[in-house]
């Protein structure tokens, strides 16, 4: 069965460092997307960056990569020079390719708080 | 370029009644998807509308229903509210496609309360 895993409940990181949000996932399909999503308080669920499965090179955009590593199954995001702003639930999520413009499958959230 | 808008932002409701949840999609986008995220939780998937028809479901009770209207505006509508109902609903929208990298914006949420 589809999963994500994040095993983190809470991460603290110190303003403009850079801090990793680890994600698991678990599919028999060779063909998925992966994605991040912020949640700040207010709800809205934000897209920062997408992973194709068959990507070759890590995705990146701005301060936000993602760390694919495929034969693990991981998909960390990796935040650098942390900003106040940062500070939010962050979600990874899957889709299964034959789901074209389909359900996305969330983890539970990570909630990184980034002190001054 | 307006985004992914959703009303009412609040509503309260009792046991038993009946809710309707607005969603406007961005701008260009033909798709819509509901989920709901309970206190704590990720979203779970409830439906998927496209072309005016429910594409996908997830594993809710049929008490969910939902509409797409020609304009690609959507309703969500929950009947005989539980308490359990009570949830961040989020709605989403993208332009069908055959990239993988369609991808799902969100507006701003309705948080319901069933008491």
């Known amino acids: 069965a589809q999963k994500i895993t994040q095993t983190q409940p809470g991460m603290f990181v110190q303003e403009k460092e850079a801090v990793t949000l680890d994600c698991t996932y678990d599919?028999?399909?060779?063909?998925?997307?992966l994605f991040w999503y912020k949640q700040p308080s207010s709800g809205e669920m934000i897209f920062l960056i997408y992973?194709?499965?068959?990507?070759?090179q890590n995705a990146t955009e701005g301060r936000y990569s993602l760390n694919f590593q495929k034969a693990r199954k991981s998909a960390n995001l990796v935040i650098s020079a942390s900003q106040l702003g940062d500070s939010a639930m962050y979600f990874c999520?899957?889709?299964?390719?034959?789901?074209?413009?389909?359900?996305?499958?969330f983890g539970q959230g990570t909630e990184l708080s980034v002190k001054p | 370029d307006a985004g992914v808008t959703q009303s009412p932002t609040h509503l309260i409701k009792t046991r038993g009644q009946q809710v309707t949840l607005r969603c406007s999609p961005k701008?260009?986008?033909?798709?819509v998807s509901w989920y709901q995220q309970a206190l704590g939780q990720g979203p779970q998937f409830i439906f998927q509308y496209y072309e005016e028809e429910e594409r996908q479901r997830g594993n809710f009770p049929d008490r969910f229903s939902g509409h797409q209207f020609p304009n690609y505006s959507s309703e969500l509508n929950v009947n005989a509210l539980l308490l359990g109902d009570s949830a961040l609903y989020l709605c989403?929208?993208?332009?069908?496609?055959?990239?993988?990298?369609?991808?799902?914006?969100f507006g701003p949420g309705t948080r319901l309360t069933v008491l």
């Open positions: 989403a929208s993208s332009l069908q496609g055959e990239r993988m990298t369609d991808t799902q914006y």
């Open positions: 999520a899957m889709r299964e390719v034959y789901n074209q413009g389909g359900k996305l499958i």
């Open positions: 701008s260009g986008h033909d798709t």
């Open positions: 599919t028999s399909d060779q063909s998925y997307g």
């Open positions: 992973q194709g499965s068959y990507d070759e």
